[in-house]
């Protein structure tokens, strides 16, 4: 059991600035770390590298965090999305004691603030009526991490963490109180939780829980301690040799970019014969963020696509696109480039004349 201290902010802010470019996989321009420090856990995290102790020894309890929030929230633009994910889960033991997520989501639903929980715990069912209600006001998501269906391998993975099957459930029971929910397949370890047959286990079981969307991103080895803490993972989970991921990262904190192509091309396969979405579907967030992050959502999410099937001019196009838009630079004939052109143009409220500025 890790050690609370029970702490104020001071001057600390709550909230990230605002993003340069938005997330595409969780549709924020804000992040939210409501507690330091996290009792999960779990080895391959990266929060570890910004912990001079370890990352489950001690959790920090921000008991002004709500004032801090609701003050900062003063200079946030209602269509603005905040996603509860940064460096620790929102919903660990300590929530159960101090409640200072459920405070903060009360903040958000207060000023009707769109909002993205991510989680592994499926102690945020105590607050299914509280998203229910931000949902409806505005936009509440619940995405939930997952990297194996295997509950064996999770245990060795990440065992303090609820089962997988118990988080399915979770994202089951909120979508039927019509809360909308994802999952994050996040990271995928290579040798590990890259197999087909383990990656083909996973989807299906997103898709029999009904699932509004999937995304997926790859482990990260940012440092060298950091590596070190991968390698043990390795030996312990299987007989992988510390050398099996030399070629993969090349001493780089990223998986080579062909690895990530091929198996990118395979998941999005198998996700689209499964009819599950590889990123939150434009009807969940249609009409509740502000025009512009809608529309550099839409462009962002087409790119993905089109970088994974091999339209890498048109993907590098959409990327800059959403960028500028997201920034207030709204071009109407570079727009007209993008097939989305209709779509965009709808969502901004663009009339028939070119225009360019905010």
Known sequence: MAYYIRDTLGATPVLSAR?????????????????????????????????D?????????PLDLPQHLAAELEQVERGDLVAITALSDPYQPAEQTY??????????????????????????LEDKALLQRMNEQSLAVVMM????????????????????????EALGELKRAGVPVGVALVPIMPYVTDRQTALRALLRACAEAGVDFVVWDY????????????????ARVGTFPASYYRDLYQGQPVVNPLYRQELDAEILTRCDGLGLEVRAPHRLFAGRLSARNEAALLLKHAAFRDRVQGRTLMADTQRTLADQVYGGQIDQAALRETPLYPQ??????LGGADRSGG
């Open 19 to 51: 993003r340069p470019t938005i997330n595409e996989f969780f549709l924020s321009c804000y992040t939210l770390s409501v507690y330091t420090g996290c009792e999960f856990g779990c080895p391959y995290c990266d929060s570890w590298i910004f912990q």
């Open 53 to 61: 102790r370890p990352l489950n020894e001690y959790v920090r309890v």
């Open 99 to 124: 409640r200072i997520t459920r405070q903060a989501l009360q903040v958000l639903a207060d000023r009707r603030q769109p909002c993205l929980v991510l989680t592994k715990s499926v102690a945020v």
């Open 145 to 168: 991490t997952l990297v194996t269906a295997d509950p064996h391998l999770s245990e060795r993975l990440e065992g303090k963490a609820p089962p997988p099957a118990l988080r399915l």
């Open 219 to 234: 482990l990260h080895i940012p440092n060298e301690r950091h590596r070190v803490r991968v390698n043990e993972i390795l």
């Open 344 to 349: 965009l143009r709808e969502v901004l409220g």
